[in-house]
């Protein structure tokens, strides 16, 4: 069997290769709903490894019987036309089979807020800039990476090794790793390089949901003012519960998983954010409704049924004191994302062998975490009981301006999926 050390060299020999990899990812812009440009390069890789992409567009009508489905706001807007995912087998023995990879989208940048050409990977020292670098980009070069050390040593696996790259994840993932799941590529474990500071390992993910509120008003001109309702006055009440209830929900809840690795989370394990509103379109009319649109997440604990009610009831609850929102009630729709928060056994065997091979790796301590955003690993643990877990490099500014990472972390990261691919699925002697 290969050592560790000599495993841990053949990847650090590619760095080049990893670096000029990441490069042509992140230079090809794939704001969720555009993923194919990086697709391509994609492809290109691993056609030049030898392997046999699959490749696909999802299809929302055979996915929507599915529990896991909901509509995303990327797919309202774009279809899946030329957003395809793209998969590839690795042949082991008949051993074990574990899936590697994560998803090729990224979030949209605000330019004028970056220092550096954000679709361009930009190198000061060991740090790594641009748009994707970390999230999650970053992860699939070295997951890919990893991939190549193991054929490049002549080592072949006891078990198939599945690559995957997903799109839309940053809007659901309902089209990527689901599409990737129900077109028949379920492993009996999965490694997501997600960002997660390497050797902290994700255990978790929060459930996130999308929701809006109309609230009534009645129009007329701004000098009769008194003979109307400003419906933007109503959405402030409505916008003054939901902070209250944001208030209540972070006293009450509770979950240590979420900042083990980030202090600062620690009572800020559940948010409730109002993100947009829209109302009015004239000074001297008051309008007639308004719109807000908002985000909650939460840890595990709770189910989506349980916080929709405590949304709604709160805003029902609002409306009923108050005199013309009695009689007009606002109307709750909830659109988008609408995610099952879910939980891996850390005591489980891929849990453990992640962070036992991460430290080994890295040198480091390392802590089970994750809780506080929605992730991919859903799919696979709460619709096809398969332990998926998060095991990626640093990450600092993730959908931020600069955001970055470090070559050292992708190294370690590649250098410990490669490790657990052999330890996981074994080696064909």
């Known amino acids: 069997m290969t050592d560790k050390n ?18 042509d990812l992140v230079a090809a812009k794939t704001v969720t709903g555009d993923e194919a ?34 509509e995303t706001s990327s797919y309202e807007a774009y279809g899946y036309e030329g957003r395809p995912n793209v998969a590839a087998r690795v042949e082991g023995g008949n051993g074990p089979t574990l899936a590697i990879g994560g998803h090729i989208d ?13 679709w361009s990977l930009t190198r000061e020292g060991d740090t790594l800039y641009g748009r994707g670098s970390a999230d999650m980009k970053g992860g699939l070069a070295a997951a890919l990476i990893a991939i190549e050390a193991l054929d490049s040593l002549g080592i072949e696996l006891g078990g198939d090794l599945l690559f995957e790259s997903t799109i839309e994840e940053e809007d659901g993932g309902v089209g990527g790793a689901l599409s990737v799941l129900e077109r028949g590529y379920v492993p009996d474990a999965a490694v997501i390089a997600e960002p997660f500071d390497l050797p902290n390992v994700g255990i978790a993910g ?31 009440t409505i916008y003054r519960a939901l902070e209250e209830l944001d208030t209540e929900r972070k006293a009450r809840i509770d979950y240590e998983p979420a900042y083990r690795a980030n202090p600062g989370l620690k009572g800020n394990v559940t948010n409730l954010n109002v993100g947009t509103i829209e109302a009015g379109d004239w000074p001297s009319t008051l309008p007639s409704r308004a719109v807000l649109e908002g985000r909650i997440g939460w840890p595990p604990g709770e189910s989506r049924a349980e916080v929709r009610s405590q949304i709604e009831e709160t805003i029902a609850e609002a409306a ?3 005199d013309w929102l009695a009689d007009h009630p606002p109307t709750v729709e909830w659109f988008g994302w609408q995610a099952e928060p879910h939980e891996v056994d850390s005591d489980g065997e891929l849990a453990t062998l992640a962070k036992r091979v991460g430290e080994d790796v890295t040198g480091r301590s390392g802590s089970f975490v994750g809780g506080n955003a929605g992730l991919d690993e859903r799919f696979y643990d709460l619709y096809y009981d398969v332990d998926a877990v998060s095991v990626g490099p640093t990450g600092s500014n993730l959908h931020g301006a600069d955001e970055h990472t470090t070559v050292p972390s992708l190294l370690e990261t590649a250098t410990t999926i490669a490790s657990i691919a052999i330890e996981y699925c074994g080696i064909e002697e």
């Open 37 to 70: 440009p990086a697709q391509e390069v994609i492809i290109d890789r691993l056609e030049t490894m030898n392997l046999e992409p699959d490749v696909w567009e999802p299809s929302a009508d055979n996915l929507a019987d599915h529990e896991g489905y909901f």
């Open 106 to 118: 990224v979030v949209d940048v605000t330019e004028d807020e970056w220092t550096r050409d954000p």
């Open 6 to 23: 000599t495993l841990a060299e053949t990847i650090e020999s590619k760095e080049s290769d990893l670096l000029n990899l990441l490069g």
């Open 320 to 322: 009923a004191n108050d």
């Open 206 to 236: 929060a459930g996130v949901m999308y929701f809006r509120v109309e609230v009534p008003g009645k129009s007329v001109h701004a000098a009769w003012g008194h003979e109307g309702v400003n419906a933007i006055g109503n959405a402030a």
